[in-house]
């Protein structure tokens, strides 16, 4: 049997591949299953006369996400083998720990049991390391802090709310709400930041599907031109995908804004895929609204920026 063979069947970037895909797959298959069925009880369509043709959304989305939880771990570890940096391996070793940690103790009270929570001091300390190693490892990819932005305001939503109740303090909750309140519009900065930076890099007519698509979606939401559709857009999917603060104008910007981010960041795969793959990864994560049991959407971002180490470089950009 030819080893060249076995060697490219094996291709670790095909882990990468399977990741990304199965994050998308579980935003739109998973996440945004709520969304999908919203707009039919709004137009007046029983939800339960279409719900046995939606089953394959939850076999899909259930498949997707497992990928990722297993997926993440294994990205961990290769990445702690990878990077060099000897505090950065240290950072993501305990961060790997602190996950499994509350992987285990999750599956033991209960993978459903919604009553279960880790103490503050163990959440607080988590969240710490996992933005501690994101930023350390985006270092050299500047753009990627911009991107970052809306996921440290994620952070410190919650991080400030476990603070308040380690510390009995109420007024640590108000930065907690005002982390909350501008998450959204630092969603819409760091797209159009990274757009501006984009745009001197791929040419503009590559993109035009992905602005024709956006101004579609967000035309589609001003105008409800389906029953339902501007609810289930311009209320559910921003929340499905962590953003607090959202207000009635912003929506319709920000699918726009987001499809021609998108639509950048696969164009960028042939000039720099560590980035591309990256950005892909984190516009793919969502950002941070959820409980420490939940591992997998808190380490997201924290995986996407493990891309860069990850990804293979072919040997011209090295040069």
């Given at each position: 049997?030819?080893i060249n063979?076995i060697?490219?069947?094996?291709?670790?970037?095909?882990?990468l591949?399977?990741?990304?895909?199965?994050?998308?797959?579980?935003?739109?298959?998973?996440?945004?299953f709520?969304?999908?069925?919203?707009?039919?009880?709004?137009?007046?369509?029983?939800?339960?006369?279409?719900e046995?043709?939606?089953?394959a959304?939850?076999?899909?989305?259930?498949?997707a996400?497992?990928?990722?939880?297993?997926l993440?771990?294994?990205?961990l570890?290769?990445?702690?083998?990878k990077?060099?940096?000897?505090?950065?391996?240290?950072?993501l070793?305990s961060?790997?720990?602190?996950?499994?940690?509350?992987?285990?103790?999750?599956?033991?009270?209960?993978?459903?049991?919604?009553?279960?929570q880790?103490?503050?001091?163990?959440s607080?300390?988590?969240v710490?390391?996992?933005?501690g190693s994101?930023?350390?490892l985006?270092?050299?990819?500047n753009?990627?802090?911009?991107?970052?932005i809306p996921d440290?305001?994620?952070?410190s939503?919650?991080?400030?709310n476990?603070?308040?109740?380690f510390l009995?303090?109420s007024?640590?909750g108000?930065?907690?709400?005002?982390?909350?309140?501008?998450?959204a519009?630092?969603?819409?900065?760091?797209?159009?930041?990274?757009?501006s930076?984009?745009?001197?890099k791929?040419?503009i007519?590559?993109?035009l599907?992905?602005?024709?698509?956006g101004l579609?979606?967000g035309?589609?939401?001003?105008?409800?031109?389906i029953?339902g559709?501007?609810?289930a857009i311009?209320v559910a999917?921003?929340?499905?995908?962590?953003i607090?603060?959202?207000?009635d104008?912003?929506?319709p910007?920000?699918?726009?804004?987001?499809?021609?981010?998108?639509?950048?960041?696969?164009?960028?795969?042939?000039?720099?895929k560590p980035?591309?793959?990256?950005?892909?990864?984190?516009?793919?994560?969502?950002l941070?609204?959820?409980?420490?049991?939940?591992?997998l959407?808190?380490?997201?971002?924290?995986?996407?920026?493990?891309?860069?180490?990850l990804?293979?470089?072919?040997?011209?950009?090295?040069?």
């Amino acid at each position: 049997m030819d080893i060249n063979k076995i060697n490219n069947f094996f291709n670790p970037i095909y882990f990468l591949y399977i990741y990304l895909i199965s994050a998308f797959l579980e935003l739109f298959f998973n996440r945004e299953f709520l969304v999908s069925v919203l707009p039919f009880g709004l137009a007046g369509i029983s939800v339960s006369k279409v719900e046995p043709y939606l089953t394959a959304f939850y076999i899909i989305g259930g498949v997707a996400f497992t990928f990722l939880l297993i997926l993440q771990p294994v990205f961990l570890v290769w990445a702690i083998l990878k990077i060099k940096q000897k505090l950065g391996r240290i950072l993501l070793a305990s961060v790997l720990y602190l996950t499994l940690f509350a992987d285990f103790m999750h599956i033991a009270y209960g993978v459903n049991n919604t009553a279960f929570q880790l103490p503050a001091v163990y959440s607080i300390i988590y969240v710490t390391l996992i933005i501690g190693s994101s930023l350390l490892l985006i270092k050299g990819k500047n753009i990627l802090y911009a991107l970052f932005i809306p996921d440290i305001l994620a952070y410190s939503f919650l991080l400030f709310n476990w603070l308040a109740q380690f510390l009995r303090a109420s007024w640590i909750g108000i930065i907690s709400g005002y982390s909350g309140y501008l998450m959204a519009y630092a969603v819409l900065a760091a797209g159009v930041i990274f757009i501006s930076w984009a745009v001197r890099k791929v040419r503009i007519v590559r993109i035009l599907p992905f602005v024709a698509i956006g101004l579609f979606v967000g035309i589609a939401s001003w105008l409800n031109l389906i029953p339902g559709w501007d609810f289930a857009i311009g209320v559910a999917f921003p929340y499905v995908f962590g953003i607090l603060g959202i207000r009635d104008w912003m929506p319709p910007i920000f699918f726009v804004i987001a499809f021609i981010t998108f639509g950048y960041a696969l164009c960028l795969r042939k000039l720099d895929k560590p980035l591309s793959f990256s950005v892909l990864a984190l516009l793919a994560a969502t950002l941070v609204f959820d409980s420490v049991p939940i591992t997998l959407y808190l380490i997201s971002p924290l995986v996407a920026v493990t891309y860069l180490y990850l990804t293979p470089v072919r040997q011209k950009l090295k040069e």
